[in-house]
């Protein structure tokens, strides 16, 4: 599976560089500790930790041109589907770390606990195009240092996310966020592409009406339960409000609110966006997409070891996430890939159950090798030594 990936790339190593590539692949999909001392540690014919260190750290591999081959196989792989039925996704999570000498980790504000934790703050991009999803492209969040003139703001991020996509020309419909990212200068931008944007509104913006200015809260308490119409998105009960309104430095936006309980009982969401042609429904479903990049995140955490390095120096790091996001695509497109199906079932349809079952079938390939091993060398004793030659620890436990 990996080899049939990496093939694609294999112009862009030294060919000791290639190996690691499928090395650390291989790692953070089957490894139970995915740090590059673990990882190499689960290899029989490894070399020292430290080599694999090199290519993560310091080795000349330009991680810009191997996603930019990434994106170049995403592309071809949704090269069918039209652009109304793609989403660009931009979103940011916190990379947890314990250690405040590492560069450019910062206190950040954590959406997962409501609070401040240590870490690096990641803002990304994910195509959302049908069944698939991918990631695409990220950058740090730095915090502001005083004399520090390449300082980025997260909605300067994010309009370079943007760009980045309409110039590797992906196609996509509509830019898909959250409250933070909605600021007049990323959605005329996005405009400016001929493309729509949906995000939910803060409730203390401003729409403008003839009777005066009113906070959206105020509005949406205005509204009565029988001025909302019941709507269904796939097999899921909304009850909504729709109108377009003028909203103070966005201008004409559709406004959408919606409840999910029928008595009225869970908190509105209000939505923005200038998909004035498109139904309500359309533009809750579309928002709704925008949980596929959480999902991203926590499957990269958990499963492909996006928080696990142990590097201090952010450019290993940021290789080291690059190398997340290959794997990431790599188990997606390898259910896509005829000649590996073999490898999946119906059974399989997240991130976690394929990397399980990658582990499951790497644990029966050992086996094999260790019979063909004593078949070769007819000596156990040798077949021992192979296996457990210096320091090596051989895991078979997989988090479930």
Known sequence: MVTSFAERFKDLFTKPQFAHFCTYLTGLIISANKTVQGINDNFIDRKDQSALNHFVT??????????????????????????????????????????AKIEEVGIFYDHTTSGYSLGHQVVSSLLAAQDNRFPLDFQVY????????SFKTKIEIAHDLIR???????????????????????????????????????????????????????????????QFQKIKIKEQSFWVYAQTVTISKLGKVKLVVFYETEDFSDEATVL???????????????????????????DSKINLGFED????????????????????????LSTQDKNLMKWFNAQFKTIGDRRR????????????????????????????????????????????
């Not at 590097?311 to 997340?324: E, N």
């Open 58 to 99: 310091d080795s000349e591999w330009d991680e810009q041109t191997v996603n930019k081959r990434r994106i170049e196989l995403i592309k071809e792989h949704v090269k069918d589907i039209p652009d109304k039925d793609a989403l660009l996704i931009i979103d940011d999570t916190l990379s947890h770390k314990t250690g």
């Open 164 to 226: 980045a996509a309409y110039e590797n020309k992906l196609r996509f419909s509509c830019v898909v966020f959250d409250s933070w990212f909605l600021a007049q200068k990323l959605v005329r931008y996005i405009v400016s592409l001929k493309k729509y944007w949906i995000s939910q509104l803060k409730t203390n913006r401003v729409i403008r009406m003839n009777t005066g200015n009113i906070p959206v809260k105020k509005f949406v308490q205005s509204l009565s339960q029988d």
């Open 142 to 149: 730095k915090k502001r240092k005083e004399g520090d003139t």
């Open 272 to 298: 923005g966006s200038n998909a004035h042609v498109w139904t309500p429904d359309k533009v809750i479903f579309s928002y709704k997409q925008r949980w596929s990049i959480e999902t991203f995140y926590k």
């Open 309 to 332: 390095y142990e590097m201090r120096k952010l450019k290993g790091i940021i290789k080291h996430w690059h190398l997340v996001f290959a794997a990431y695509t790599l188990l997606h």
């Open 357 to 400: 079952y990658a582990a499951s079938e790497t644990i029966q390939h050992f086996v094999l090798w260790i019979i063909r091993m004593h078949h070769q060398l007819k000596d156990e004793e040798k077949v021992v030594s192979l296996v457990f030659n210096s320091k090596a620890k051989i895991r078979f436990r997989f988090s479930s």
